[in-house]
C-alpha cells in the first residue's frame, strides 16, 4: 500500500491536529531555549522541573522531559481517551526532540523581563495551537487527574502545589526575582492560551427585558442581520408576563443594538455580557474545533 493510499485512509481532521501539535510544539521549544532557559526562568510543570534539574545537574532539557513523562503517561493510560493520550505522547516526543536541535539557539534578550514576557507570549501560543488541536505536554496534568481521585485534593490545588514547589525551588537555586518572573511568564503563557483557544473575535451577548420585544427583535434581524431569540418570563414583583429578547453580536455593533433598544424602549432593561467563542451561522465555523 502506497503513501498516499495510507494518507487517504487517515481522517482529516487527525492530520489537521497532528500538524497543530507539532507546530506548537515547536513553539514552545524555542521560547524555552531562547527565552526561558537562557534567562534561568524556570517553567511550570514537568518543564520547569526539568529546567531545575539542568542547572543542578547539567542534564539536558530535551531528554529530562521525556523522561519525566514516560511513567506519568503510563499512568493515565486508563485515564485518557486514545487519541488525546496519542496527541499528547505526539506532543512530548516533538518537545523533546525540538529543544534537543534548537539548544545552541542563541538567546534572543539577556533582560530577565523582556524574556519574562515573551517568553510567555510564545509558549502560551505553543501551548493554545497544542490544546486546540485536541494534545497537551502529557507533563503533571495527568499526575493531577490521579491523585485528585486518591486525595481529598482538586485537580486545580495539585497542580497549584506543584507549581509552588517549583517556583520555590527556582527561589532557592537561582534567587527569589527569578521565581517572580516565573510567576509573570506562567501568568502571561495562561492568558494568551485562552486568547488562542477562544479566538481574538470576542462577541457580546444581550438581554433584553422590554416592553417592545418584536419591534426591536425585527430591527436587530433587519439591520443587524442577527438572530434574535425570545423567552417567556414572569417578572417576580408584577407578577405581569413578559418575553425577553436574547442575542449575540460582534463587539462592533454594541452601539448599534443600543441605539435600536433605546428608540424603542428606552426604559428597556438590558444586561450585556462578554462571550469568549461563538460557534455557528454569522461567526465562527465548526470546522477544526
Not at 430591527?219 to 408584577?238: C, H, P, Q
Request: aromatic content about 8%; hydrophobic content about 50%; charged content about 10%.
Amino acid at each position: 500500500m502506497g503513501s498516499k493510499q495510507i494518507l487517504k485512509k487517515i481522517p482529516w481532521h487527525l492530520l489537521q491536529h497532528v500538524l497543530g501539535v507539532l507546530i506548537g510544539a515547536v513553539t514552545v521549544a524555542f521560547s524555552i531555549n531562547s527565552l526561558i532557559i537562557p534567562n534561568h526562568i524556570a517553567d511550570g510543570g514537568v518543564t520547569g522541573i526539568a529546567i531545575i534539574l539542568h542547572y543542578i545537574f547539567t542534564w539536558p532539557v530535551s531528554l529530562t522531559v521525556f523522561l519525566l513523562n514516560v511513567p506519568l503517561f503510563l499512568l493515565g493510560l486508563k485515564m485518557v481517551g486514545r487519541e488525546f493520550l496519542l496527541l499528547s505522547v505526539l506532543g512530548v516526543v516533538a518537545v523533546s526532540v525540538t529543544l534537543g536541535f534548537t539548544s545552541q539557539v542563541p538567546p534572543l534578550t539577556s533582560d530577565s523581563l523582556l524574556a519574562a514576557i515573551f517568553g510567555g507570549v510564545l509558549t502560551g501560543i505553543g501551548m493554545g495551537i497544542i490544546f486546540r488541536a485536541r494534545g497537551s505536554l502529557g507533563g503533571t496534568d495527568i499526575l493531577a487527574v490521579y491523585l485528585s481521585r486518591t486525595t481529598p485534593f482538586s485537580v486545580g490545588q495539585i497542580l497549584l502545589g506543584i507549581d509552588a514547589v517549583i517556583f520555590l525551588g527556582a527561589a532557592v537555586i537561582f534567587r527569589p526575582e527569578m521565581a517572580m518572573y516565573a510567576m509573570i511568564y506562567m501568568f502571561i503563557a495562561t492568558q494568551v492560551i485562552d486568547l488562542v483557544q477562544a479566538g481574538m473575535n470576542h462577541s457580546k451577548s444581550v438581554l433584553v427585558v422590554t416592553e417592545a420585544p418584536h419591534k426591536i427583535a425585527q430591527d436587530i434581524m433587519a439591520k443587524l442581520e442577527r438572530g434574535v431569540t425570545f423567552f417567556n418570563a414572569v417578572g417576580a414583583y408584577s407578577g405581569d408576563a413578559k418575553q425577553i429578547i436574547y442575542c449575540v453580536i460582534r463587539r462592533t455593533e454594541l452601539s448599534q443594538i443600543k441605539e435600536i433598544i433605546h428608540t424603542h424602549d428606552p426604559q428597556a432593561f438590558v444586561a450585556i455580557s462578554e462571550v469568549p467563542e461563538v460557534v455557528g451561522e454569522g461567526f465562527s465555523s465548526w470546522r477544526g474545533h
